[in-house]
């Protein structure tokens, strides 16, 4: 199983503007994207960047099974948009999608255990989407979330570290 963070807050909305909701964060927060029915615009065709706060969830104790997910689009079809997962003021990954399609698109972003360990307070998560380009037909974004494991699953016991089948713990489960 799995636990999803998604907008519940707007900190910073920039020039960018919603089509079909009250607030930036509302018009993204589905659990299965909606496309044209509300969704998010760039407001400045050169580079415009908003901020939204996600919903808390459990420390799922395990590095493994952090998603990023954006659904976007550009009409143009040439811009750039950068995603970034901060925790507090820091940023704890980050990612880019050049060019943005001119249809919506899910992109996903898979952690590594690096960034995901350095996560340590999960209830303060909060997104940017960082839009540049596009020219008069600038970023669109219908759906967000951020996937986590379930907050205390325990391992596997067959399965070691790496993700890859181990014998030898298939004995220690069974001794």
């Known amino acids: 199983m799995a636990q999803f963070a998604r907008p519940d807050s707007t900190i910073n909305l920039g020039l960018w503007g919603e089509t079909g909701a009250a607030t930036l964060y509302e018009a993204i927060d589905e659990i299965s994207a909606n496309d044209f029915t509300d969704y998010i615009t760039a407001g400045d065709p050169v580079q415009d960047i908003c901020d939204l706060g996600l919903s ?16 976007a689009m550009a009409p143009s079809g040439f811009a750039l948009l950068t995603v970034t997962l901060f925790e507090g003021a820091s940023a704890r990954a980050s990612f880019a999608v050049n060019p943005v399609t001119s249809i919506f698109t899910v992109y996903d972003y898979t952690l590594s255990g690096a960034e995901a360990d350095s996560i340590t307070n999960y209830s303060n998560l909060a997104i940017q989407f960082d839009a540049v380009g596009g020219g008069v037909d600038p970023v669109s974004i219908t759906w967000h979330e951020v996937e986590f494991p379930d907050a205390g699953s325990p391992p596997d016991p067959v399965i070691g570290s790496a993700g890859q089948f181990d014998p030898d713990l298939i004995l220690e489960a069974w001794f």
């Open 56 to 71: 808390a969830v459990s420390d799922p104790s395990s590095s493994a099974g952090h998603i990023i997910r954006v659904k």
